[in-house]
Nanobody, 121 residues
Framework: QVRLVESGGGLVQPGGSMRLSCAAS????????MAWYRQAPGQQRELVAS???????HYADSVKGRFSISRDNARKTAYLQMNGLKPEDTAVYYC???????????????WGQGTQVTVSS
């Protein structure tokens, strides 16, 4: 069973920075698009940022200029660098990836377990 393992959440003061990481729990054949979503209490899950296999990125308007998504294809890992954090960024952040486990299989959607990011003084 493949899992996406997230790390890097926690408490940070407004204006601070934090980096989230997301990696597959075991060896896989290929990893396709990757993304970060977030869900605040009482809110729907929303897309924060996404990145294709060739590095094309997309950001929600609310995080443009502050957040940066990147990936290391050799390590099959995605990162979310968050700068200038605001209290409204407080949420559980989820990693998403399209994963091809074996050469003969197709891509399937996988989600991480979520990591809490709290921005507060």
């Amino acid at each position: 069973q493949v899992r996406l393992v997230e790390s890097g959440g926690g408490l940070v003061q407004p204006g601070g920075s934090m980096r989230l990481s997301c990696a597959a729990s075991r060896s896989i054949f290929a990893i396709g698009p990757m993304a970060w979503y977030r869900q605040a209490p009482g809110q729907q899950r929303e897309l924060v940022a996404s990145i294709t296999t060739i590095g094309t990125t997309h950001y929600a308007d609310s995080v443009k200029g502050r957040f940066s998504i990147s990936r290391d294809n050799a390590r099959k890992t995605a990162y979310l660098q968050m700068n200038g954090l605001k209290p409204e960024d407080t949420a559980v952040y989820y990693c998403y990836a399209g994963i091809r486990i074996e050469a003969g299989s197709g891509y399937r959607d996988y989600w991480g377990q979520g990591t809490q990011v709290t921005v507060s003084s």
